[in-house]
Structures are given as structure tokens and as C-alpha cells.
């Protein structure tokens, strides 16, 4: 199978990006992949597979490979010899800003470039917490209570300690807090006012039990992988994300009811039908006092959630034959036309 993969980007996650794009090199060994990196300035270069390291972009190495830019259907590599298009299926791999908050499939969308990834919509919804949770009520799905405050309107705290303090539009656990007492609310905020003008307030819930599930659609019919347990401490933080983005290995089942897994599966499709087709997205979730709440979103989760699936390139390749598409409207000037006509001109 043929396959591009667009990673980097200009966001707070741009290096996790990179990890990830590492990895599916590993993952989808056998496909004919091609590699994108889109830098911080946005410019997009053609990446040799043989230099698929970290080092080829913290040096800058990158910089001497092919510029790309776009046309309708493809992305194109120009010379004094002609060009080259590569209009294969797009995985746009790209984490945080730029990838999941809807510029590239806006970009994509606008050049009638096929990819597997979040619509802008469904980008939207995912990318920023706040929407998220307006989403969970728009679907009757649980979340978890919250609060939500900006760095122009602090308001006073009505969620009781311990909490948790969130910027309401990144992942990979950047710039999160625990707040066990009021002596560490300002800190906490300071922190996260540092990366998002907008951060959510939630209440730290002790003893909760967190799984992680994910999924695509192929045919009208959602796919799911396994149900993982994360290990964690009090909470994912970056250190421990970042970690996961390089797993390849594919994790154990959660020791959980055939029950509890019916439940988990029935709330994803819920979130993503109608909303996240072409894309394959995690879901994370809080199991409290045996109910079921969704967490987060991870519209394009760290390595695709690779290690959650059991047979990850059979999943790409399903994926990949099930894209939506727009259809593109045909212009044809019938009505200026008929006003001129009208007019005898």
C-alpha cells in the first residue's frame, strides 16, 4: 500500500510528532511509505526514509531535502526537469496545533488531497477541552464536572480540592497540574496561562479507574481495538506520554468485564459517529462508582495507537478504502448568464 505520513508542524507538540512518525516507519514496514515534515515555519519537505531519525530534524538536516508545495489532488516536488506529484493517502500525523486543530484539514480539504485523519469539525470538537465537554452534552455522553476560566476573567474556584488544572488546547499532558490546596492554585494557573489563554478546572478524582480504547470506521461499521489499562501514578504526565508515543509493541487487554467493554465501545461510537469518519481516534475514560465518563479525545492519538491494535496495517489499509469525500460543487455561471442575458449584454 501506498502512504504518505505528515508529521511536525508548528505546535508545543511538534517533537512528539516526529516520535511518531518514527515509529509508524517501524509499524508499516512493507508499504511503500513516503515522508512529510512540515517545519515551524510551515514550509514541507520530501524526507529521504533512510534519514527517518530525530537527529536529521534537531539539526536541521532536513532543510537540504526537496521543498514541496501543493496543488489540487497532490503535494508536488518541482525542478528545471519538470515535477513530481505524490498523491497517494495522506496520514496526517500531525499532533497539537496545526494538525488537530483543523489547519491541515482545512489545507488538505481545500486542495482535494485524500487523508486519513479529523475532519475540521471533528478537529473542533477534540482539540479544544471546552468543546469537548459542550460535545459529551450535545450526545448524552458523561464527563466529568468542570469549571471553566480564562486569563482575562480569572474566577473565584468552585470546585473543591483536589483538583486538576488543565490549558484547554493541548495534549501529551502539557502544562497539567494537580492542585492539592489553595497555596497551589496560582502556580498551577500561571503554568498552564503560560501555553492556552483558556484552561478547564476539574476535580481530581481519587481511586478512578482509566482505560483507553480506539477506533476507526470502515464500511458504516466502527472497528475497535483493545482496551487498555494505563499504568500510571496520580496521573499521564508528559514524561510518561511522551514514552508512549515510541511504543510499538502491542499491549495487554484490560482485565475488565465483557460488560464494562460493551459500555466502553457503545459511548466511542456514540462520540464518533457523524463527527470523526475518515479518522482514527482514542478515546480515554473514567470508570467511577461503575459509570462510565469520557475524558479526552485523541483525534490523531501518539504512533496512531498502534500498539492497541492487533493487526495495525490491516486497520490503515481498511481505514484508507473508507474516506469520506466532499463532493466539489460544478460552476457554471448559469446564473451571471441569465442576468446578462436579461440585461443584453
Given at each position: ?14 517533537e512528539?510528532s ?32 533512510s ?6 530534524f ?30 497517494d ?32 469539525d ?47 488546547t493541548l ?76 511504543r ?12 464494562l ?28 462508582n ?13 504512533s ?42
Amino acid at each position: 500500500m501506498k502512504l504518505t505520513i505528515l508529521f511536525g508542524g508548528a505546535s508545543f507538540e511538534h517533537e512528539i510528532s516526529i516520535v511518531s512518525a518514527i515509529t509508524l516507519k517501524e509499524k508499516l514496514s512493507g508499504f511503500d511509505l513516503n515522508f512529510i515534515f512540515c517545519d515551524n515555519d510551515h514550509t514541507f519537505y520530501l524526507i529521504d526514509p533512510s534519514k527517518m531519525k530525530a537527529t536529521t530534524f534537531s539539526k536541521g538536516a532536513h532543510k537540504k531535502m526537496p521543498v514541496l508545495t501543493l496543488e489540487n489532488g497532490s503535494f508536488v516536488q518541482k525542478s528545471m526537469f519538470g515535477s513530481t506529484k505524490y498523491n497517494d493517502v495522506v496520514l496526517n500525523l500531525i499532533h497539537g496545533g496545526d494538525g488537530e486543530d483543523g489547519t491541515i484539514a482545512a489545507l488538505l480539504d481545500f486542495f482535494s488531497i485524500k487523508y486519513i485523519g479529523p475532519r475540521v469539525d471533528a478537529s473542533t470538537f477534540s482539540y479544544d477541552k471546552r468543546y469537548t465537554k459542550w460535545l459529551c452534552e450535545a450526545k448524552s455522553i458523561r464527563s466529568v464536572d468542570y469549571q471553566m476560566l480564562t486569563s482575562d476573567d480569572v474566577k473565584d474556584i468552585t470546585i473543591k480540592y483536589p483538583l486538576i488544572v488543565k490549558p484547554a488546547t493541548l495534549g501529551s499532558s502539557i502544562g497539567v497540574s494537580i492542585v492539592k490546596e489553595e497555596s497551589e492554585l496560582d502556580y498551577a494557573l500561571d503554568s498552564a496561562f503560560e501555553y492556552d489563554k483558556n484552561v478547564i478546572i476539574e476535580p481530581f478524582l481519587e481511586g478512578v479507574k482509566e482505560y483507553n480504547l480506539a477506533g476507526y470506521m470502515a464500511d458504516d461499521k466502527i472497528h475497535f481495538s483493545i482496551v487498555e489499562e494505563p499504568q500510571k501514578e496520580e496521573f499521564l504526565d508528559f514524561e510518561k506520554k511522551y514514552m508512549d508515543f515510541s511504543r510499538s509493541e502491542q499491549v495487554l487487554k484490560a482485565d475488565i468485564s465483557d460488560e464494562l467493554v460493551r459500555r466502553l465501545k457503545s459511548t466511542f461510537e456514540k462520540a464518533y459517529r457523524g463527527m470523526f469518519e475518515g479518522a482514527l481516534i482514542r478515546c480515554d475514560f473514567f470508570v467511577v462508582n461503575n459509570e462510565v465518563y469520557l475524558n479526552e479525545i485523541n483525534p490523531i492519538p501518539g504512533s496512531m495507537a498502534n500498539y492497541l491494535f492487533e493487526d495495525f496495517k490491516s486497520s490503515i489499509e481498511a481505514l484508507s478504502s473508507s474516506l469520506p469525500h466532499s463532493k466539489r460543487v460544478k460552476v457554471t455561471y448559469e446564473y451571471i448568464h441569465s442576468i446578462s442575458s436579461a440585461k443584453g449584454k
